[in-house]
Nanobody
Framework: QVQLVETGGGLVQAGGSLRLSCAAS????????MGWFRQAPGKEREFVAA????????YYTDSVKGRFTISRDNAKNTVYLQMNTLKPEDTAVYYC???????????????????WGQGTQVTVSS
């Protein structure tokens, strides 16, 4: 059974930074694309960033481009989301997700992902 555990959320002032981590277990991590999604109160879960199984391609929603960076360390079975210049509108629960199919490059759809972490709260104060 695949397990994903997110850490690194918290409360930060606008303009600050946080780094989220997602530790994966239960299958060969390096074969699968990984993604980050977020869900704000009263809103649907939305795509934030994704990284290909090789780690050579990254994808971002427009609102975080230039501020967030997704990366992976296959030796540690971990995917990261570095979030800089945070804004109050970034406040949400952030979820790590693992692709359902191996060896894919561009995986940005909510329903492409089979496994989800429990989420970590990110709150940005103004």
């Amino acid at each position: 059974q695949v397990q994903l555990v997110e850490t690194g959320g918290g409360l930060v002032q606008a303009g600050g930074s946080l780094r989220l981590s997602c530790a994966a277990s239960g299958r060969t991590f390096s074969w699968y694309a990984m993604g980050w999604f977020r869900q704000a109160p009263g809103k649907e879960r939305e795509f934030v960033a994704a990284i290909s199984w090789r780690g050579d391609r990254t994808y971002y929603t427009d609102s975080v481009k230039g501020r967030f960076t997704i990366s992976r360390d296959n030796a540690k079975n971990t995917v990261y989301l570095q979030m800089n210049t945070l804004k109050p509108e970034d406040t949400a629960v952030y979820y790590c997700a693992a692709d359902s199919t191996p060896s894919r490059t561009r995986v940005t759809g909510l329903y492409d992902y089979e496994y989800w972490g429990q989420g970590t709260q990110v709150t940005v104060s103004s």
